[in-house]
């Protein structure tokens, strides 16, 4: 009875939702026009970093890693504008990262390392809003991470010190995250040493918000939960959420540790709004069932994201 319920059930949405797959298939970009619009969103994700650089990051001395870290603290001693020193790191890189890595892999970075401090170079003049330097941190990673998600998104990259740590990571065997901190902590300890500490702190604010605002690009904010539940009822539980709140769900065998019976376990996702929802109708039907409810960073499915 149960599995007529839920088969009856996984056709109705099925049917419900075809046209929108099948529209969603014929809309698919052919490949030229996948390759412009990567194009595009790499420009745009390098004039928002190239802007938000220039206009907090550069005029309070945050040197925040990577090569427009750097960049800044030649500026400072050399007084060599930002986008030169960008162009004299990057284009070198991109050939080693060529020359080690492949095509593949550098010609990611061909259009960033080259668009990017053109980028620079343009909107140098610009007036910054704020010398206040915790607000600069925070903006310009905010600005910085926005960009940088945006060039991910379009599957670019922006070179620089992003591709000497693929190059260190391949040779090396160390984890790609630790080799990007590698590069980045030795700017800002450069920093902290150079010109101050407290620049140093302010250089990690802006690179922890940065970090922060490119996860949210690429797999945007923890609207939606998962649940698991392990109830006496799971025949009752599943119907509840099924019909009265109105949500697909997943049967998972299980087995309690010190008993050693087999147990039903029912996995759930549910949007934020929900999760007050669900816990009562638990509560309704098992009061004493076990619920554990924990964020998830991006669902992609019916009834969520379609990609």
Not at 30 to 49: E, H, N, R, T, Y
Not at 80 to 85: D, G, N, S, V
Request: charged share 15%.
């Amino acid at each position: 009875m149960m599995k007529e319920m839920n088969d009856e059930r996984s056709r109705k949405p099925h049917a419900a939702n075809s046209t929108v797959i099948n529209k969603r298939v014929k809309k698919t970009l052919s490949p030229g026009k996948q390759l412009v619009w990567s194009m595009l969103q790499v420009l745009l994700g390098s004039f928002i970093m190239a802007a938000s650089f220039n206009l907090f990051l550069v005029p309070n001395g945050i040197a925040s890693g990577g090569v427009s870290g750097i960049s800044i603290l030649v500026q400072r001693f050399a007084d060599i504008a930002p986008a030169y020193t960008q162009w004299a790191v990057n284009i070198p890189l991109f050939f080693v990262g060529l020359w080690l890595l492949g095509k593949r892999f550098a010609l990611k970075a061909a259009l960033g390392s080259v668009v990017l401090p053109l980028f620079v170079l343009l909107t140098s003049d610009w007036t910054t809003p704020t010398h206040n330097p915790l607000l600069a941190a925070i903006y310009g990673g905010i600005g910085v991470g926005l960009g940088l998600g945006i060039v991910f998104r379009g599957r670019g990259s922006t070179g620089g010190l992003g591709l000497a740590a693929q190059i260190l990571h391949r040779y090396t065997g160390l984890s790609l995250g630790l080799a990007v901190a590698i590069f980045d902590g030795c700017v800002i300890i450069a920093a902290g040493l150079l010109i101050s500490p407290e620049v140093a702190l302010y250089a990690l604010v802006g690179l922890f918000v940065t970090s922060k605002t490119i996860d949210i690009i690429q797999s945007g904010l923890p609207v939606s939960k998962v649940a698991f539940i392990i109830s006496s009822e799971p025949e009752k539980v599943s119907e509840t959420i099924l019909y009265d709140l109105d949500r697909g769900l997943t049967k998972l065998d299980g087995h309690g540790g010190y008993s050693g019976e087999g147990r039903t376990v029912l996995m759930v996702v549910v949007g934020q709004m929900e999760v007050a929802k669900l816990k009562q109708l638990v509560r309704t039907v098992d009061p004493s069932a076990f619920v554990i409810i924990s964020n998830t960073s991006e669902v992609v499915g019916e009834g969520f994201k379609l990609e």
